[in-house]
């Protein structure tokens, strides 16, 4: 059980959102399921309209992946969670290139649950419901950079992998070309319904340092790099930023992304990554 405010994850078991909602053992604020085909999040708000919500009995599936938030207020039943059944570690459903999927683990060792994709990954992560974090695990990467590991993979946990491409020229450094190694992060104006990328609580609406107001394409950077322009190598929306606005927490060769929807930043930095490179256009 997540604490107040909190977030668990699960097979949802039935396509109808609101008997869903209503075998939790504590008071649901929101579900929320990631679609794989459209690398969006889909939401559900329990007591609100219809038409507010996106996951519904025609998008909901008993084999989905659903978050569930607890509500910050209202008592905890006393309910037993339903066992998962576990077979092994699952070979997830195939996401295009860049994209992410998601599945039940099925085991503890890291290394069965990666032979059983069909396709490269790049990272995996898991939620953990104690901590209300994501733990995450890069393949070929050195032990110490990762969080999650046989030893902390539960075999009925969530687990979202991104899917690697090969390298291709346009991700593959020039040096003939200005390329800088960039910490990357997002801001954004509204909230959506996937609490985990909700960072700094959004609201970033108004008008930038230099007088426009915000769009997605532009980029909070160091004050003496306004007005410049780059590329994110990999970047899957292939955009070409103006660092249009500055700020205290901008500093050095780190670039802040606007989006205008916490949940589109968030998953496009899981396909990013927090450190990329960079190509200065002009």
């Not at 599945?103 to 990272?123: C, H, K, N, Y």
């Not at 491409?165 to 346009?170: D, F, G, K, T, Y």
């Not at 990328?197 to 950077?221: F, H, K, L, R």
């Amino acid at each position: 059980m997540p604490p107040l405010g909190g977030l668990t994850r699960g097979l949802a078991g039935t396509s109808d959102p609101q008997a869903l909602v209503d075998a939790q053992a504590f008071p649901v604020q929101t579900l929320s399921m990631f679609d794989i085909a459209t690398q969006k999040y889909l939401s559900y708000i329990p007591g609100a309209p219809a038409y507010v919500s996106t996951l519904n009995a025609n998008t909901l599936k008993a084999t989905s992946i659903v978050a569930v938030k607890r509500a910050t207020t209202g008592a905890a039943l006393s309910v037993a969670p339903t066992p998962i059944a576990l077979s092994g570690p699952r070979a997830f459903l195939v996401p295009p290139l860049d994209g992410l999927t998601q599945g039940i683990a099925g085991t503890t060792d890291l290394d069965l649950l990666l032979d059983a994709q069909t396709f490269e990954v790049q990272t995996v992560s898991a939620w953990d419901v104690a901590t209300q974090r994501f733990l995450t695990f890069i393949p070929g990467a050195p032990a110490y950079v990762s969080t999650l590991s046989s030893a902390t993979l539960e075999a009925d946990m969530v687990v979202m992998m991104r899917r690697g491409v090969a390298p291709s020229a346009a991700s593959v450094p020039n040096p003939k070309v200005d390329q800088r190694t960039a910490s990357i992060t997002y801001y954004y104006c509204t909230q959506g319904a996937n609490p985990a990328g909700y960072g700094d609580g959004g609201g970033w609406c108004g008008g930038m340092a230099n007088g426009e107001i915000v769009y997605e394409g532009a980029a909070s950077c160091s004050a003496a790099y306004l007005g410049q322009q780059f590329k994110i190598l990999g970047d899957p929306t292939a955009r070409t930023y103006t660092c249009a606005d500055t700020g205290g927490g901008v500093t050095d060769e780190h670039r802040d992304i606007f989006f205008n929807n916490s949940d589109d930043g968030h998953a496009w930095w899981l396909q990013v990554g927090s450190t990329a490179t960079i190509e200065i256009v002009s």
